[in-house]
């Protein structure tokens, strides 16, 4: 009965108005004020990537965004189709996170995994971190220890035939946590070895908000002429499970793209341990210091100005 009340109001939302920036509603952002005063709830306001990351404290925009619909698209300056980090806009609630699928990338490949938790039915319900925003830290943090230990039956780069040279495999782990920060490694390369390749290194990074917090791990090809890309996965860190795991590896190609490889993936490790909370200052904060620290900067250049002249 839950599901089909749910349906129905689903097929009754036939239409959003798109508007346009609202400049007093990302004023009042600035200010931390979350009052939903102006905007109406069949209304979608579309603003260009990273705005939500500066525009207001990100508890401000994730309370917003519980009650109103918000769309993120790429900048006009990304001629190349070429796409952002979208991890920070799921974070703060944005439900319409926009981007050049013509691109297959880092961010489409982000965009994959988030949508295939629930299995790719299209609707991803919001992790309570974000629906219950709340203004306090979270009291505890994560310190994620990853370790890549080998590679089984890794295929070879796409569009390359079963005679085609052995592959150089290595592997890339990228941490993008929810303020835009991106953590990259990078193991060594194994050398003529793409059925059983051995790199055991281990990496360590800490995620604050493991709901939101997303990893990206890549097997690539190194080859002089250009690295080609074989497989990924990815997930949020809560997803991530403890223990040494089989990670399918997915792939990217043609109509193919997102589906898994059968029996290919990387054998990895992973511990994470419980701290208490670092505090991280948020790109919003960062900016309004900044600002501050260069208005504090032309007071005191114009004071010692008038002090001179009076000297003189």
């Known amino acids: 009965v839950k599901g089909k009340a749910s349906n129905a109001r689903l097929q009754s939302w036939c239409y959003i108005d798109g508007v346009k920036k609202k400049k007093d509603l990302i004023a009042r952002w600035g200010q931390g004020i979350t009052t939903t005063e102006g905007a109406t709830v069949y209304e979608c306001i ?6 939500l990351q500066t525009a207001g404290p990100k508890a ?39 981007l050049n699928m013509q691109s297959v990338d880092p961010a489409f490949r982000l965009n994959q995994a988030l949508f295939n938790q629930n299995g790719a039915c299209g609707y991803l319900r919001k992790p309570l971190s974000i629906s219950e925003a709340s203004t306090s830290t979270p009291e505890y943090q994560y310190k994620c220890t990853l370790k890549v230990i080998s590679g089984f039956a890794l295929p070879k780069p796409a569009g390359e035939s079963m005679t085609s040279e052995i592959i150089d495999p290595y592997v890339t782990i990228s941490f993008y946590d929810c303020h835009g920060n991106i953590e ?14 051995t790199w055991n290194e281990t990496f360590t990074f800490v995620s604050r908000y493991p709901d939101e917090d997303m990893l990206l ?13 074989i497989g990924y996965n990815a997930a949020t860190i809560s997803q991530l499970r403890q223990g040494t795991r089989f990670l399918v590896l997915r792939e990217n190609s043609g109509e193919a793209q ?33 600002n501050e ?11 010692e100005g008038r002090k001179s002249v009076d000297g003189a």
């Open 46 to 51: 579309s603003v260009t990537e990273g705005l």
């Open 217 to 229: 791990i890549e097997v690539y090809d190194d080859d002089m002429t250009g690295d080609d890309f």
């Open 258 to 290: 997102g589906e898994s490889f059968e029996n290919s993936g990387i054998y990895v490790s992973l511990m994470k341990e419980k701290q208490p909370m670092e505090a991280v200052m948020e790109p919003f904060l960062k900016k309004k210091e900044n």
């Open 293 to 303: 620290e260069k208005s504090d900067g032309r007071r005191k250049s114009e004071s």
């Open 60 to 98: 401000t925009i994730q309370e917003f965004n519980n009650s109103q619909t918000t769309r993120v698209y790429p900048a006009g300056t990304r001629v190349a189709s070429s796409n952002y980090n979208p991890v920070p806009a799921w974070a703060r609630g944005a439900q319409l996170v926009a």
């Open 184 to 197: 990259t490694f990078k193991t060594k390369t194994v050398d003529n070895n793409g059925y059983s390749p």
